[in-house]
């Protein structure tokens, strides 16, 4: 639970008791989830986290560079092609900006993104599917001990409950099969500022700073850097490392 601040707690409970059950059946009990919360409140990194706590394997995919299969980029079957190395043993597939996914005007590019939600509909229930192979074959590889947990802001309003994510475009097939949802809550400036006092990088540029440097002043100025930027824009715990950034290279 290091650097896990008090409005992730209901969420980190929550995540780990999945990723606890999934493990101990050894990937046959599957609750495939969505885990919502704006930018910066530490989706992907309580995933993680928890992933390596119950020592299980963890691939990262982003949604929104993903394209339905037979268009050119990056498409699912390509994504998943790290699948191969863990075949058998349960993992857990975090997909992230998965809200990206739900965006609809009509143009052949929002059909591209339906058609993208459809094709991880098919992998939920699936027991193998087709993964981009050397030399531009495929192979086929079993699928059916992996978790998938799907994550994003979903707009600027907390999502209370299923019925939100309905309304903003995830269809109700996907919803009944990812049925459970947690929102991690935005951080709190007091949590963020915390969370500086135990930051590696800081740590790293204190040690590596070609300069004598006054900690407990660092950490006061860093901590008006993010003050500031906190009332401006909503980033949560990112503000921290880029905060850090800007203070000792002198861009703030």
Known sequence: MEHIVEEQLKAYTAISNIAAIF??????IRPHSIITGSSGAGKSYLVEQITKEHDLHFIELNAAQITVEGVAGNSL?????????????PVIIF???????LQSDGTEASASRSGVQDEFLKLLEAKTTSVFGEYGKYDEIKCERTLFIFAGAFGSQ??????????L????????RVGIHINVESPSIQSILKCLQNSALLAQYVKYSPKTVNKTKALKDIGNIITNKHKELNLGLRLINSSIHAYFLELH
């Open 169 to 176: 475009g995830m269809k109700n097939e996907f919803l009944g």
């Open 77 to 89: 079957s390509k994504a998943l092609a790290p699948l191969k190395r863990c075949q058998d043993k």
């Open 95 to 101: 997909v992230d900006e998965f809200d990206k996914l």
């Open 158 to 167: 907390p999502i209370k409950c299923t019925s939100d994510l309905s309304r």
């Open 23 to 28: 493990s101990k059946s050894e990937g046959l």
